[in-house]
């Protein structure tokens, strides 16, 4: 089974991307959707987090504003957030990674945002990195209306720079157009059949 890791800067074009190969077969496992899981009605990460920062869940869910007021206030709140959800979204991982093993898939994408800060990428045959030039990547994040220039700035900050995740990746795939990104999806997924087969 190959693994393709998936990553790219906020903005970019990863989400398309992922249901692009989602699309065409592969199965694929969002890092995102996996904290939302943890974090929503029966989520495993609510009580650990209630424990480790009183008042910032309900009565089923974590309450994120609440989590990013205790980051704001406090510089180690990060650090211990991710202690708590780093190893139950490996589980989460690991548990898909298995079952797709077990059922003799020839392909899957982890779609994970963080996949080289993370140091997941040691996890993955293969890594794709999705990019755009930063005046669309701003106007794509800009237009959600969800962020103001300056969250976007700290994001950004935080985050590898995208020539240093091109510069990692096996595959890189502009996503100016629908068409172009579709269209490096195939070539790519024709490359990988390749190295099955060989």
Not at 99 to 114: E, F, G, T
Not at 185 to 197: A, N, P, R, T, Y
Request: glycine share 6%.
């Amino acid at each position: 089974m190959i693994i393709l890791g998936l990553t790219g800067s906020i903005g970019m074009g990863k989400s398309t991307t992922a249901a692009m190969f989602a699309a065409r077969g592969v199965p694929v496992w969002d890092a995102d959707a996996a904290v939302g899981a943890l974090y929503g009605p029966g989520g495993a990460a609510i009580p650990a987090i209630e424990d480790a920062f009183p008042g910032s869940t309900t009565e089923n869910s974590v309450d994120r504003s609440a989590l990013k007021a205790e980051i704001t206030k406090d510089r180690t709140a990060l650090k211990r957030i991710e202690a708590i959800v780093h190893p139950l979204v490996a589980q989460d991982r690991a548990a898909f990674l298995d079952h797709h093993r077990n059922a003799k898939s020839a392909l899957v994408l982890l779609d994970i945002p963080l996949l080289f800060e993370t140091g997941t990428d040691a996890l993955c045959d293969y890594t794709l990195t999705v990019t755009a030039p930063p005046d669309i990547q701003r106007a794509r994040v800009l237009e959600r209306g969800t962020m103001t220039e300056d969250q976007l700035a700290a994001i950004l900050a935080a985050q590898m720079p995208d020539a240093d995740k091109r510069a990692r990746a096996d595959f890189v795939i502009e996503t100016l157009t629908i068409q172009a990104a579709e269209a490096e999806v195939d070539h790519i997924l024709i490359q990988l059949k390749g190295s099955l087969d060989a």
